[in-house]
């Protein structure tokens, strides 16, 4: 109790300090439309011409007018800074208060979104290890490419995603193949870097004595390579699922799809639902955490089998 005491006291802080930092940033981005609605209930606001308030912003607007701000800050429809409690209630309604089938559940959403992440993780996963594994044990490799692998993460995702995505359809792949293809994308260098390293984690020694008893490369990496690299694997998986997962999401959003924690979000921008937006995002957050709770239980699991858990 006293450990867990220890971890959960600084988390707790934080959060409550992010919490209440989120409802003084309210105040003033909520400003001008807390003003124009006490300026039309006749309430007496400063100053009182809507063109001077037009240019002015919603910092001076709350100094100049700081009951009317703060009151009119936290229960606005389309807020342009939604209050916590209001992300809370939109959140609550999308995965408790609608069937799971429906397209307002968030839930939907999350697992259509997460469908094309598990498709992309694994492609991305699949690919990394095999590069790693080539690139350890073959010089060539190594020097050709590692440098394309690092070059390929200086593109950003949110240009190449359309090209990827219509290139796909113009040969007629669609449908989920697509973000999982921006998913793999994203997911494969950490886990080629984190496996390069793993796999050349064993020191001079080891490999020495497995010399010492004949052992051949296949058995070095079985019994030598893999075990130890697989710490260095399960932190890059866990980074990894997280792209995976930004992938999907930034794969939904030039495509124009009904469905998805992307499309989610486009759908509460085309409309002006910033709670929807916020919603959309905490939900994919959310889901990003368990993916990552998962891996952690299983690396957990599996070194502390091989003897290698703290």
Same mark, same amino acid.
């Given at each position: 109790?006293?450990g867990?005491?220890?971890?959960?006291?600084p988390?707790?802080?934080?959060?409550?300090a992010?919490?209440?930092l989120?409802y003084?940033?309210?105040?003033?981005m909520?400003?001008?439309?807390?003003v124009?609605?006490?300026?039309?209930?006749?309430?007496?606001?400063?100053?009182?011409?809507?063109?001077?308030?037009?240019?002015?912003?919603?910092l001076?607007?709350?100094?100049?007018?700081?009951?009317?701000?703060?009151?009119?800050?936290?229960?606005?429809?389309?807020?342009?800074l939604?209050?916590?409690?209001?992300?809370?209630?939109?959140?609550?309604?999308?995965t408790?208060?609608?069937p799971?089938?429906?397209?307002r559940?968030?839930?939907?959403?999350?697992?259509?979104?997460?469908s094309?992440?598990?498709?992309?993780?694994?492609f991305?996963?699949a690919?990394g290890?095999?590069?790693?594994?080539?690139?350890?044990?073959?010089?060539?490799?190594?020097m050709s490419?590692?440098?394309?692998?690092?070059?390929?993460?200086?593109?950003?995702?949110?240009a190449?995603?359309?090209?990827?995505?219509?290139?796909?359809?113009?040969?007629?792949?669609?449908?989920?193949?697509?973000?999982?293809?921006?998913?793999?994308?994203?997911s494969?260098?950490?886990?080629?870097?984190?496996m390069?390293?793993g796999?050349?984690?064993?020191?001079?020694?080891?490999?020495?004595?497995?010399a010492?008893?004949?052992?051949?490369?296949?058995?070095?990496?079985?019994? *030598?390579?893999?075990?130890s690299? &697989?710490?260095? +694997?399960?932190?890059? %998986?866990?980074?990894? =699922?997280a792209?995976? !997962?930004? $992938?999907a999401?930034?794969?939904?959003?030039?495509?124009g799809?009904?469905?998805?924690?992307?499309?989610r979000?486009?759908?509460?921008?085309?409309?002006?639902?910033?709670?929807q937006?916020?919603?959309? *995002?905490?939900?994919?957050?959310? &889901?990003?955490? +368990?993916?990552?709770a %998962?891996i952690?239980? =299983?690396?957990k699991? !599996?070194? $502390?089998?091989?003897?290698?858990?703290s």
């Amino acid at each position: 109790m006293r450990g867990l005491a220890h971890t959960l006291v600084p988390v707790a802080t934080v959060v409550a300090a992010l919490i209440a930092l989120w409802y003084l940033a309210c105040v003033p981005m909520n400003a001008s439309q807390s003003v124009l609605n006490a300026a039309r209930a006749d309430v007496v606001v400063s100053p009182e011409s809507a063109s001077d308030r037009r240019g002015m912003s919603g910092l001076a607007l709350a100094i100049r007018n700081p009951g009317v701000a703060v009151t009119g800050a936290f229960a606005q429809d389309r807020a342009r800074l939604p209050a916590p409690h209001q992300v809370a209630a939109e959140l609550w309604a999308g995965t408790a208060r609608e069937p799971v089938t429906s397209n307002r559940s968030l839930v939907y959403h999350a697992w259509v979104t997460l469908s094309a992440t598990l498709l992309g993780f694994g492609f991305g996963t699949a690919l990394g290890i095999a590069l790693a594994v080539g690139i350890v044990h073959s010089r060539v490799m190594d020097m050709s490419v590692m440098p394309w692998a690092i070059v390929s993460q200086t593109v950003p995702i949110i240009a190449i995603a359309p090209m990827i995505i219509v290139v796909l359809y113009s040969i007629g792949i669609q449908g989920i193949v697509p973000k999982a293809v921006i998913s793999a994308y994203l997911s494969f260098f950490p886990v080629v870097v984190g496996m390069v390293k793993g796999l050349r984690s064993p020191d001079a020694m080891q490999f020495d004595l497995l010399a010492t008893y004949g052992a051949s490369k296949g058995q070095v990496f079985g019994k *030598l390579r893999l075990p130890s690299s &697989l710490p260095y +694997l399960f932190a890059s %998986l866990k980074i990894g =699922i997280a792209a995976s !997962l930004i $992938g999907a999401i930034v794969g939904e959003l030039p495509t124009g799809a009904s469905a998805g924690l992307g499309a989610r979000l486009l759908a509460g921008s085309y409309y002006g639902q910033t709670e929807q937006i916020w919603a959309a *995002l905490f939900a994919a957050a959310i &889901l990003a955490a +368990l993916c990552v709770a %998962l891996i952690g239980m =299983i690396e957990k699991a !599996l070194l $502390g089998r091989m003897g290698m858990g703290s």
